[in-house]
């Protein structure tokens, strides 16, 4: 066989079942071969950065996805690139597929030749072009070890037409996956974190994407439960508790966090982070973060450990080998009365949950964004996944909505690239034909790869958009207010075709049905969760993404902080009682 048609077969072994991207010249082999052999499933997309992130929209949906993605030689690899970056930032295992010019034209300048390889090799954990027909199958079996061992990540494959086109000995009846290298803690390690938990008075476990990784958010919260210490998720680790659990204690950060859970952190003496990386987001200034409080840092990854600062404790291992421990021995402990009782502090976590909730219940014309959320946790329920990228909506969303289960928050964390939801929103859906999926984007987002929403016409992807548009670049709006500006940052202009939206520009409406897709656009509080139910009815009938637009006040200042959790700016008021702020998360038990 052909070494394109070897490497499908392992391809299919190793468990893949569909890729995203994007036929060429120098990739024809490569399509030829998932043609012959089959079991591969293709979805077109419109633009190879878009096939990038709807395999990383795949991969974050389902435990032991990974993500697929191809394109041809030249700037089909190097339009992946963002995507590779977004994938590694966050740690996320997608394989990148590129064709190449002939290997004896690599040095000559070749149309489209490009080293790829060197290009991506800072955002990828392997990066390589094969020169040897024979040892295609064996680089992705190789590609496929590396994703899954230590802190998992993306790989780049470049394959120079000739090689594709060669022929080879393979069997593929015989081949077997390689095992995956994943570090594990020790038992006296464990012993060690716990003495050191036991002898502080108000302790928090930080659950980190991590956890999410290792599939082991069931065993995150049965630890908690164990132990009766509360738990912050940081926003890749959101899910790993449900935000209604009585040790749920609220996300902490500069932007995307909970007033309660800010508080809750500087209240904390003790801080046992697990599958975290304690990103500037999180922490804010290191040294306030800090201050007065103990660390251990629980990570798959070795020099992560010390990398923001030096714990006083640190253990490397997968998350889910070191909680199976943790529950082991702190069963054990419970059973022999040796953990303290955490329920006072518990309790005064949840006070501050029941106390400092933000308010959400405006009936303000325009809309304030703040009550667009609270409709969508009345009108989207517990199973739904959440899909975002960047901006003000996200950082809005994050401190609004509720996430209750490991991976229904799809969220570009790290890298934050603009466009990313709708092609990921579009490969959470073609990982996951039946769930409840909702993405939300502000205009900008929305318009940096808005021509995806034809694959989802296209393939029968559907999905709820909520498209929050102010005409604005809000989150650089916000920022640029310490430089007393507002400059390059209004999307507003007259539309000739609109004039119906009065100045917001570019008739969402229009655009969505010019690509095949369906669209609702509301301008007052009321309408929204009308909306959704009408959006809900288009998805079903018509099996195409259905975008709801909410035409937002221009200006809303969302609450952050530029340096630490004791200085964020809350613009404005408390929620006055519960029915005010975003549904009720506080346990009744």
Same mark, same amino acid.
């Given at each position: 066989?052909?070494?394109?048609?070897?490497?499908?077969h392992?391809?299919r072994?190793?468990g893949?079942?569909?890729?995203?991207?994007?036929?060429?010249?120098?990739?024809?082999p490569?399509?030829?071969?998932m043609r012959?052999?089959?079991?591969?499933?293709?979805?077109?997309?419109?633009?190879?950065?878009?096939?990038?992130?709807?395999?990383?929209g795949?991969?974050?949906?389902k435990?032991?996805?990974?993500g697929?993605?191809?394109?041809?030689?030249?700037?089909?690899?190097?339009?992946?690139i963002?995507?590779?970056?977004?994938?590694?930032?966050?740690?996320?295992p997608?394989?990148?597929?590129?064709?190449?010019?002939?290997?004896?034209?690599l040095?000559?300048e070749?149309?489209?030749?490009?080293?790829?390889?060197?290009?991506?090799g800072?955002?990828?954990?392997?990066?390589?072009?094969?020169?040897?027909?024979?040892?295609?199958?064996?680089?992705?079996?190789?590609?496929?070890?590396?994703?899954?061992?230590?802190?998992?990540?993306?790989v780049?494959?470049?394959l120079?037409i000739?090689?594709?086109?060669?022929e080879?000995?393979?069997?593929?009846d015989?081949?077997?996956?390689?095992?995956?290298?994943?570090? =594990?803690?020790?038992?006296?390690q464990?012993?060690?974190?716990?003495?050191?938990?036991?002898?502080?008075?108000?302790?928090?476990?930080?659950?980190?994407?991590?956890?999410i990784?290792?599939?082991?958010?069931?065993?995150?919260t049965?630890?908690?439960?164990?132990?009766?210490?509360?738990?912050?998720?940081?926003?890749?680790?959101?899910?790993?508790?449900p935000?209604?659990?009585?040790l749920?204690?609220?996300?902490?950060?500069?932007?995307?966090?909970?007033?309660?859970?800010?508080?809750?952190?500087?209240?904390s003496?003790?801080?046992?982070?697990?599958?975290?990386?304690?990103?500037?987001?999180?922490?804010?200034?290191?040294?306030?973060?800090?201050?007065?409080?103990?660390f251990?840092?629980?990570?798959?990854e070795?020099?992560?450990?010390?990398?923001?600062?030096g714990?006083?404790?640190?253990?490397?291992?997968?998350?889910?080998?070191?909680?199976?421990?943790?529950?082991?021995?702190?069963?054990e402990?419970?059973a022999?009365?040796?953990?303290?009782? !955490? =329920?006072?502090?518990?309790?005064?976590?949840?006070?501050?949950?029941?106390?400092?909730?933000?308010?959400?219940?405006f009936?303000n014309?325009?809309?304030?964004?703040q009550?667009?959320?609270?409709?969508?946790?009345?009108?989207?329920?517990?199973n739904?996944?959440?899909?975002?990228?960047?901006?003000?909506?996200?950082?809005?969303?994050?401190?609004?909505?509720?996430v209750?289960?490991?991976?229904?928050?799809?969220?570009c964390?790290?890298?934050?690239?603009?466009?990313?939801?709708?092609?990921?929103?579009?490969?959470?859906?073609?990982?996951?034909?039946?769930?409840?999926?909702?993405?939300?984007?502000?205009?900008?987002?929305?318009?940096?790869?808005?021509?995806?929403?034809?694959?989802?016409?296209?393939?029968?992807?559907?999905?709820?958009?909520?498209?929050?548009?102010?005409?604005?670049?809000g989150?650089?709006?916000q920022?640029?207010?310490?430089?007393?500006?507002?400059y390059?940052?209004?999307?507003?202009?007259?539309?000739i075709?609109?004039?119906?939206?009065?100045?917001?520009?570019?008739?969402?409406?229009?655009?969505?049905?010019g690509?095949?897709?369906k669209?609702?656009?509301?301008?007052?509080?009321?309408?929204?969760?009308?909306?959704?139910?009408?959006?809900?009815?288009l998805?079903?009938q018509? !099996?195409?993404?259905?975008?709801?637009?909410?035409?937002?006040?221009r200006?809303?200042?969302?609450?952050?902080?530029?340096?630490?959790l004791?200085?964020?700016?809350?613009?404005?008021?408390?929620?006055?009682?519960?029915?005010?702020?975003?549904?009720?998360?506080?346990?009744?038990?």
């Open positions: 066989m052909t070494a394109a048609e070897a490497a499908v392992v391809l072994k190793e893949v079942d569909v890729a995203f991207g994007l036929p060429g010249a120098a990739i024809n490569f399509y030829a071969a012959k052999v089959g079991g591969v499933d293709h979805v077109l997309a419109r633009h190879v950065e878009g096939a990038s992130h709807m395999a990383e795949y991969t974050r949906t435990p032991g996805n990974i697929v993605c191809i394109g041809t030689s030249g700037p089909a690899g190097t339009d992946m963002t995507g590779l970056y977004s994938a590694s930032a966050d740690s996320i997608i394989l990148c597929i590129t064709g190449q010019a002939p290997s004896s034209k040095h000559k070749d149309f489209q030749a490009v080293n790829i390889t060197a290009i991506a800072p955002v990828t954990k392997w990066a390589i072009t094969v020169l040897e027909p024979a040892q295609v199958p064996r680089a992705f079996q190789r590609a496929f070890q590396l994703m899954r061992s230590s802190r998992p990540g993306p780049l494959i470049d120079p000739d090689v594709q086109m060669t080879i000995e393979f069997d593929p015989t081949y077997e996956p390689l095992p995956a290298y994943k570090p =594990s803690a020790s038992r006296v464990i012993e060690k974190a716990l003495e050191m938990l036991n002898e502080s008075d108000k302790p928090l476990l930080v659950a980190g994407g991590g956890i990784n290792a599939d082991a958010s069931e065993l995150l049965e630890y908690a439960e164990i132990t009766g210490v509360p738990v912050i998720p940081t926003l890749m680790g959101w899910g790993t508790i935000d209604d659990h009585k749920m204690a609220g996300m902490v950060g500069l932007q995307t966090s909970h007033r309660y859970g800010n508080a809750t952190m500087l209240e003496d003790f801080v046992m982070g697990i599958g975290n990386r304690w990103a500037n987001r999180h922490t804010g200034d290191v040294a306030s973060y800090t201050e007065g409080r103990k251990v840092h629980v990570d798959i070795p020099t992560q450990i010390g990398r923001i600062f714990p006083d404790y640190g253990i490397v291992s997968d998350a889910k080998a070191a909680l199976e421990l943790f529950v082991e021995v702190a069963k402990w419970k022999e009365g040796k953990l303290k009782d !955490r =329920s006072a502090w518990a309790e005064e976590c949840q006070e501050r949950k029941r106390t400092l909730l933000r308010k959400t219940d009936d014309v325009p809309v304030k964004p009550r667009v959320y609270q409709e969508m946790n009345k009108a989207f329920g517990k739904t996944r959440y899909v975002t990228a960047i901006g003000l909506s996200q950082i809005a969303g994050a401190q609004f909505l509720h209750y289960k490991p991976r229904h928050w799809i969220n964390g790290q890298a934050g690239p603009l466009g990313w939801t709708i092609p990921a929103a579009l490969g959470v859906r073609r990982a996951d034909p039946e769930a409840d999926i909702v993405a939300l984007s502000g205009d900008y987002d929305f318009q940096f790869m808005i021509e995806e929403l034809a694959v989802g016409a296209q393939f029968n992807l559907p999905y709820i958009h909520v498209l929050v548009n102010n005409s604005y670049l989150l650089i709006r920022a640029q207010r310490n430089f007393d500006m507002d390059c940052v209004q999307l507003s202009f007259e539309n075709n609109c004039p119906e939206i009065n100045g917001y520009g570019v008739d969402h409406v229009a655009v969505v049905e690509l095949g897709c669209a609702i656009r509301v301008t007052e509080p009321d309408q929204i969760g009308p909306a959704f139910e009408q959006a809900r009815e998805m079903k018509y !099996r195409v993404p259905v975008v709801v637009e909410v035409i937002l006040e200006i809303t200042n969302i609450a952050m902080s530029g340096k630490g004791a200085d964020v700016n809350e613009f404005e008021l408390l929620a006055e009682n519960v029915s005010d702020a975003p549904t009720s998360i506080v346990s009744l038990t």
